[in-house]
């Protein structure tokens, strides 16, 4: 299915500043009017973090804020309520700017892992330190965002959607680099083989013959494993660019070879200056002369996005960004060598 989807050349990651669901909405529609995307707001406050909005999706598992960071409850309670008012909110914004919208739409969640890495179980330790417990978190989500997913197909029908799993510690979940609660030890690492058919579970929700659509994995963290990903199931993989060392070429290039989509993260996600755009995209240029590509298949192969979620930049920056992304991406298909 993943093979004949033609993905746009720009996008956001998912994370805006400010708090207005309308404004965030007509950003990233007018912005990537052929590939916006679901925005979320943290600056809300608990409920709107993307740990937070991610529990609000659960099934019959519920979490509630601590002092130390979500934890799961017995039941749904204040926190579980705002998580899910907002993502309605945002959800409504959303709708009414994509009216008649027929073409890609991005929708972002937490994955398995870094929920399991980040949400607490009732004695204070991460849910990673119980495997029964990531089980069943897993479980949970992939019921939730198959809901999430009918939920916004049946707003926007139009849509094709596409879901992005944000799996930032999924590099140290592998490495045992999750601290535990004293914060004087680490959690210890997964099998890889527990790690990559959990995400696949999880995956199959959305790409699998009952879901419908292409799955995308993001982290802006170092090392991010490519080939774990590819077998997992995920069409595209996104990730900041500027982390990107040689020792990534091999499994770059067999991505590319085996069409997997690159969600090339070369705009900076806070304030600062902003080279031109084909300066923006000289590294991915480059890489491609490095892996012997041919430039050609650039555009093909390549969506630029900002290096991570625009959470921490002004509102001016974060439209700056987007506005760039653009443009970036229109350099590189112009001009690939």
């Given at each position: 299915m993943n093979d004949t989807l033609h993905f746009p050349p720009a996008t956001g990651i998912g994370s805006l500043p400010g708090t207005d669901a309308r404004e965030a909405a007509k950003a990233a529609t007018g912005?990537?009017?052929?590939?916006?995307?679901?925005?979320?707001?943290?600056?809300?406050?608990?409920?709107?973090?993307?740990?937070?909005?991610?529990?609000?999706?659960?099934?019959?598992l519920y979490a509630r804020v601590e002092p130390s960071g979500w934890r799961i409850g017995d039941r749904p309670g204040r926190d579980t309520r705002r998580a899910r008012s907002w993502?309605?909110?945002?959800?409504?914004?959303?709708?009414?700017?994509?009216?008649?919208?027929?073409g890609l739409l991005k929708v972002q969640a937490v994955g398995p892992w870094t929920l399991a890495a980040s949400l607490e179980l009732r004695n204070g330790e991460a849910a990673l330190s119980d495997p029964g417990a990531c089980r069943d978190l897993a479980a949970s989500l992939a019921e939730g965002l198959r809901l999430h997913l009918d939920e916004v197909r049946r707003r926007i029908p139009g849509a094709r959607l596409v879901l992005q799993l944000d799996e930032p510690s999924l590099t140290a979940v592998l490495r045992g680099q999750v601290r535990t609660a004293s914060g004087y030890r680490t959690h210890r690492a997964v099998d890889r083989q527990i790690v990559e058919a959990t995400l696949r579970d999880v995956i199959a929700v959305h790409d699998g013959p009952d879901g419908g659509g292409p799955v995308v994995v993001h982290s802006c963290a170092p090392d991010v494993?490519?080939?774990l990903l590819r077998r997992a199931g995920a069409a595209g993989i996104s990730f900041d660019f500027s982390?990107?060392?040689?020792?990534?070429d091999e499994v770059i290039g067999e991505a590319v070879e085996g069409g997997t989509r690159l969600f090339a993260g070369v705009v900076p996600g806070t304030d600062g200056p902003l080279s031109d755009p084909a300066g923006s995209v000289m590294g991915v240029r480059t890489l491609w002369r490095?892996?012997?590509?041919?430039?050609?298949l650039l555009p093909e192969a390549v969506t630029v996005t900002p290096a991570c979620g625009l959470a921490g930049a002004s509102p001016g920056y974060a439209r700056s960004a987007y506005a760039h992304c653009v443009r970036a991406a229109r350099s590189l298909a112009d001009n690939p060598e």
């Open positions: 912005s990537f009017e052929d590939f916006p995307h679901l925005p979320e707001l943290p600056a809300r406050g608990p409920g709107a973090d993307m740990i937070g909005r991610t529990a609000g999706l659960l099934v019959e993502l309605g909110e945002d959800l409504d914004a959303l709708e009414e700017f994509t009216q008649g919208y027929e494993p490519f080939a982390l990107l060392t040689e020792r990534d490095r892996l012997g590509l041919r430039p050609g």
